[in-house]
């Protein structure tokens, strides 16, 4: 079982930057792919990003060039940065971690672009 937390939402500007976070907990992330999706009211949840367990790293259209995820799997963190933020980033965003038939989720941690 494996239990993930993420932190580092928040309020910022247009412009801006964050640094997501998702710490797990019961097991080591090294052996899961692990992704970050993101659901905005009304919308459907989508993903924003995912990186392997080799490293192979992909993005969704709309964050390439602003967003990196990277992990750290001695310290069973998975990161999500994002840069110069638009309003339409607006979104609740969720941890994932993979492996065969497993599949975890995060709570979620909120994400608002607004001036």
């Known amino acids: 079982q494996v239990q993930l937390v993420e932190s580092g939402g928040g309020l910022v500007q247009p412009g801006g930057s964050l640094r997501l976070s998702c710490a797990a907990s019961?097991?080591?992330?090294?052996?899961?792919?692990m992704g970050w999706y993101r659901q905005a009211p009304g919308k459907q949840r989508e993903l924003v990003a995912s990186i392997l367990v080799g490293g192979f790293t992909s993005y969704a259209e709309s964050v390439k060039g602003r967003f990196t995820i990277s992990r750290d799997n001695a310290k069973t963190t998975v990161y999500l940065q994002m840069h110069s933020l638009k309003p339409e980033d607006t979104a609740v965003y969720y941890c994932?971690?993979?492996?065969?038939?497993?599949?975890?989720w995060g709570q979620g941690t909120q994400v608002t672009v607004s001036s």
């Open positions: 019961g097991s080591t992330l090294s052996r899961y792919d």
């Open positions: 994932n971690a993979k492996r065969l038939a497993f599949d975890y």
